[in-house]
Nanobody
Framework: QVQVVESGGGLVQPGGSLRLSCAAS????????MGWYRQAPGKQRELVAA???????NYADSVLGRFTISRDNAKNTVYLQMNSLKPEDTAVYYC????????????WGQGTQVTVSS
């Protein structure tokens, strides 16, 4: 059974930093595109950052220059380093493992709460 498990959320003051981690089952991680999404109350889930199996990266404009996504294939883990956090970054952050094509898949974690508040 495939598992995608996030960790690292919490409460942080504006301007602070957090690092989220997401561990995915070893059988899929290396060939998956990994993404971080977030959903704030009353809003749709949105892409924050994604990294392909080849290391190509894209970010939402709202986090460009503040957030950094990276992956460690040896640890089957993807990270989201979040700096200069703002109250509008408050949301539940979800990790996604995806592969397109005939044998594709789309797995989600349970989410981790990030709250930016003074």
């Amino acid at each position: 059974q495939v598992q995608v498990v996030e960790s690292g959320g919490g409460l942080v003051q504006p301007g602070g930093s957090l690092r989220l981690s997401c561990a995915a089952s070893g059988s899929i991680f290396a060939r998956s595109s990994m993404g971080w999404y977030r959903q704030a109350p009353g809003k749709q889930r949105e892409l924050v950052a994604a990294i392909t199996s080849d290391g190509d990266i894209n970010y939402a404009d709202s986090v460009l220059g503040r957030f950094t996504i990276s992956r460690d294939n040896a640890k089957n883990t993807v990270y989201l380093q979040m700096n200069s956090l703002k109250p509008e970054d408050t949301a539940v952050y979800y990790c996604n493992a995806r592969r397109r094509g005939l044998y594709g898949y789309d797995y989600w974690g349970q989410g981790t709460q990030v709250t930016v508040s003074s």
